[in-house]
């Protein structure tokens, strides 16, 4: 199996930074994409962004030009840098891994990060 688990988060002003990392281990080899993605109080999970294995990327609007993830060469290290935040952006984040040979997904346990005005 695929064990995430992820660093980072916290308390930050709005205008702030803060960089999340989350680190694979065990049959990192099935993981095709990670991500991550982010729950409000309320609100349904959404993507924040995703990477492929080589390399590609995806953005939900609303952090285009604010947010950049990455992933370390090894592909088990994927890290969410966010810069500008906002008080909309407070929510817990999970990372994501989805397996390359079946129908399954991997979820971390959750950061808290909260954005004050």
């Known amino acids: 199996q695929v064990q995430l688990v992820e660093s980072g988060g916290g308390l930050v002003q709005a205008g702030g930074s803060l960089r999340l990392s989350c680190a694979a281990s065990?049959?990192?080899?099935?993981?095709?994409?990670m991500g991550w993605y982010r729950q409000a109080p309320g609100k349904q999970r959404e993507l924040v962004a995703i990477?492929?294995?080589?390399?590609?990327?995806n953005y939900t609007d609303s952090v285009k030009g604010r947010f950049t993830i990455s992933r370390d060469n090894a592909k088990t290290t994927v890290s969410l840098e966010m810069n500008s935040l906002k008080p909309e952006d407070t929510a817990v984040y999970y990372c994501?891994?989805?397996?390359?040979?079946?129908?399954?997904?991997?979820w971390g346990q959750g950061t808290q990060v909260t954005v004050s005005s």
């Open positions: 994501y891994g989805r397996d390359t040979y079946a129908p399954r997904d991997y």
């Open positions: 065990g049959l990192t080899f099935r993981i095709n994409a």
């Open positions: 990477t492929s294995r080589g390399g590609s990327t």
